[in-house]
């Protein structure tokens, strides 16, 4: 009994360093990225988030162009994404036991392919088709700009949330779709009223990994953005994100522009821990009405 008790402190004060070493990091990162880009905000002031020029000969920078390109390419992204991962996890699930098991590791390898190569397909042939296709429209454009962007990253994310809705739905007592059937629903029904609202806080765990896949992501948007450092006017133009102009631009910078970049730094990872607080927050409000 003594070597139990003293295993399950062991574990549980290794776990509390652990959280701990968590916590603190993450305090640190926030402290760093603060402390680089105080000569910025020194500089600008709160308007540095509502500026849109950006001229490093004058020294003159605003966050807007690079904050509005990033809230763009994810949400467009996830709008696309979502309904397309729940109709690929449903499919999954309910097809036959062979082409289930094939599926699944063909949705868990589209998962495990970096994120430069999606980049390259997309600069060598996603943004050529686009071209192509608009100017059969006669639309003037490259393919570069905010829908080539939009739609790598509805790509990249879609088997990141796919897998875990897949697994969810999995463990839906099939008890409660044979109710629903028997009932009358129809399969879209029963997807909807019946697996969406059974997993709804799994299901939402899953779309907010792929949200912080897609806010953070670099590579495969700084290949097809177009790199434009201005607001969108629509969804064939070029422009950047917050990821796409620090690749761009933090190698070469110094003094005041490096403290730019950090502090649009600070402003992706405080994007980013607003998203996880706001989905907490919306998670518990779910498990109250719920009675949880």
């Not at 003159?60 to 162009?65: I, K, S, W």
């Not at 996603?126 to 006669?138: D, M, R, T, V």
């Not at 670099?218 to 070029?238: C, D, K, Q, R, Y």
Request: aromatic share 8%; with cysteine.
């Amino acid at each position: 009994m003594k070597r139990i008790a003293f295993l399950d402190t062991t574990f549980r004060n290794v776990c509390l360093i652990c959280a701990g070493v968590c916590g603190v990091l993450t305090l640190t990162l926030f402290l760093q990225l603060a402390s680089a880009s105080g000569e910025a905000w020194q500089t600008f002031g709160w308007g540095f988030l509502i500026s849109t020029e950006w001229d490093p000969v004058t020294n003159v920078y605003g966050a807007l162009p690079a904050i509005v390109g990033t809230l763009l390419t994810t949400g467009l992204a996830l709008f696309i994404a979502l309904s397309l991962a729940f109709v690929c996890a449903l499919q999954i699930v309910d097809a036959p036991p062979v082409l289930s098991k094939i599926l699944s590791y063909g949705i868990d390898l589209l998962a495990a392919i970096p994120s430069v190569i999606y980049g390259m397909w997309g600069l060598f042939i996603l943004c050529p088709l686009l071209q192509e296709a608009f100017w059969l429209l006669e639309i003037d454009t490259n393919g570069f700009g905010l829908l080539a962007a939009s739609l790598i990253l509805a790509l990249m994310i879609l088997p990141y949330i796919c897998a875990v809705m897949r697994d969810v739905l999995k463990m839906t007592p099939v008890l409660l779709k044979e109710a629903a059937m028997g009932a009358g629903c129809t399969t879209w029904e029963c997807a909807r009223d019946i697996l969406l609202r059974h997993g709804a806080k799994e299901l939402l765990g899953g779309v907010f990994i792929g949200l912080g896949r897609a806010l953070g992501e670099t590579m495969a948007v700084l290949f097809v953005v177009g790199n434009v450092i201005e607001i969108p006017g629509s969804l064939l133009e070029g422009c950047t994100t917050i990821a796409a102009t620090l690749a761009n631009n933090f190698a070469e910078a110094d003094g005041l522009q490096q403290s730019v970049l950090f502090a649009l730094g600070l402003i992706l990872l405080l994007m980013a821990f607003g998203i996880q607080i706001l989905a907490h927050c919306y998670l518990r409000k779910t498990a109250q009405k719920k009675g949880a």
